[in-house]
């Protein structure tokens, strides 16, 4: 074989360069919303559906190019939801639905905040919830002077054994062993009289 053969059966370097990258697909495409609470416009205007990403390579660069939630000012808020679903309690999907509620004191902004909103993103986007994952609407993270909230947002909140399924599972990964998380239903929140709502589920 002539040694121009050799060489044209060769691959050439640039070719081996194109190669697409190779992702890695979630179950689910998820969208990030920021809001910002200025007073000068409605809710719903300060609002904003940031992007959307469907394999772990792209949660992970979105998530690393944005501001730490703990870094948030005071009034502004992330979530994370299901491409598709609003984080307002209107939406179709979880008008009928309630939030497991972790409320954090001020110090833990700055020690455990962060963590636990990463980990609950990876719970969700990772479908740890098992069986009950299609009741995963998605996860708000608030920043309020007084204490931050952290909230995961389900569906049907009828659905005891799933709520208290998925509310177990949240609370071992976040290895909160030692405390309680209460489930409120966002019908319940609307209509409460108090400060707070009453808890439908605890674990």
Same mark, same amino acid.
Request: negative net charge; aromatic residues 10%; proline residues 3%.
């Given at each position: 074989?002539?040694?121009?053969?050799?060489?044209?059966?060769?691959?050439?370097?640039?070719?081996?360069?194109?190669?697409? =990258?190779? *992702?890695?697909?979630?179950? %689910?495409?998820? $969208?990030?919303?920021?809001?910002?609470?200025?007073?000068?416009?409605?809710? $719903?205007?300060?609002? *904003?559906?940031?992007?959307?990403?469907?394999?772990?390579?792209?949660?992970?660069?979105? /998530?690393?190019?944005? @501001?730490? $939630?703990? *870094?948030?000012?005071?009034?502004?808020?992330?979530? &994370?939801?299901?491409?598709?679903?609003?984080? #307002?309690?209107?939406?179709?999907? %979880?008008?009928?639905?309630?939030?497991?509620?972790?409320?954090?004191?001020?110090?833990?902004?700055?020690?455990?905040?962060?963590? /636990?909103?990463?980990?609950?993103?990876?719970? #969700?986007?990772?479908?740890?919830?098992?069986?009950?994952?299609? +009741?995963?609407?998605?996860?708000?993270?608030?920043?309020?002077?007084?204490?931050?909230?952290?909230?995961?947002? !389900? +569906?049907?909140? !009828?659905?005891?054994?799933?709520? =208290?399924?998925?509310?177990?599972? &949240?609370?071992?990964?976040?290895? @909160?062993?030692?405390? !309680? @998380?209460?489930? +409120?239903?966002?019908?319940?929140? @609307?209509?409460? !009289?108090?400060?707070? $709502? *009453?808890?439908?589920?605890? =674990?």
């Amino acid at each position: 074989m002539a040694e121009g053969e050799d060489r044209n059966n060769e691959q050439p370097e640039e070719e081996l360069a194109m190669d697409p =990258v190779i *992702k890695h697909p979630l179950e %689910n495409c998820w $969208a990030i919303w920021f809001f910002k609470n200025d007073k000068a416009k409605d809710w $719903a205007s300060n609002l *904003k559906r940031i992007a959307a990403f469907d394999t772990v390579e792209d949660f992970w660069a979105l /998530f690393n190019h944005i @501001m730490p $939630a703990s *870094k948030l000012a005071p009034g502004c808020d992330y979530s &994370l939801f299901k491409d598709g679903v609003q984080p #307002m309690w209107e939406d179709e999907k %979880n008008k009928n639905g309630g939030r497991w509620l972790i409320n954090l004191v001020k110090n833990q902004r700055s020690t455990e905040l962060d963590k /636990f909103w990463l980990e609950t993103l990876l719970c #969700m986007i990772g479908e740890a919830f098992g069986e009950y994952g299609h +009741q995963i609407c998605g996860a708000t993270i608030n920043i309020r002077t007084k204490g931050d909230k952290l909230g995961l947002w !389900t +569906q049907n909140s !009828t659905d005891e054994l799933g709520i =208290v399924s998925i509310g177990k599972t &949240l609370k071992e990964r976040l290895n @909160m062993n030692r405390s !309680t @998380m209460g489930y +409120q239903a966002h019908a319940d929140t @609307m209509s409460k !009289t108090g400060s707070t $709502a *009453k808890n439908r589920y605890v =674990v």
